[in-house]
């Protein structure tokens, strides 16, 4: 059974940074694409940025220049640096993997909340 395990979020001034992880166990087939999407209160689920197997990203235009995102393989990890953050990235991040065969998998979100 595929789990994922989100970590990091939390309560941040505005300016400051967050590092989320999501850690994926009971894979079987490779991950493909690993993500991070995020659902602000009264708006719909959006991408923040995805990576593939071979390391290349995707960034909502939004978050340009702010945010990395980075994977470890090895152990089925994806990170989310988040720098410079404002209050309207204030969100629930989710995690989803993609696996090679077409199956995809949500994580249950980690708050973060960015105010002064």
């Known amino acids: 059974q595929v789990q994922l395990v989100e970590s990091g979020g939390g309560l941040v001034q505005p300016g400051g940074s967050l590092r989320l992880s999501c850690a994926a166990s009971?894979?079987?087939?490779?991950?493909?694409?690993m993500g991070w999407y995020r659902q602000a209160p009264g708006k719909q689920r959006e991408l923040v940025a995805d990576?593939?197997?071979?390391?290349?990203?995707n960034y909502a235009d939004s978050v340009k220049g702010r945010f990395t995102i980075s994977r470890d393989n090895a152990k089925n990890t994806v990170y989310l640096q988040m720098n410079s953050l404002k209050p309207e990235d204030t969100a629930l991040y989710y995690c989803?993997?993609?696996?090679?065969?077409?199956?995809?998998?949500w994580g249950k979100g980690t708050l973060v909340t960015v105010s002064s």
């Open positions: 989803k993997v993609t696996q090679s065969i077409g199956m995809s998998y």
């Open positions: 009971g894979i079987i087939f490779s991950i493909n694409v």
């Open positions: 990576i593939t197997r071979g390391g290349s990203a």
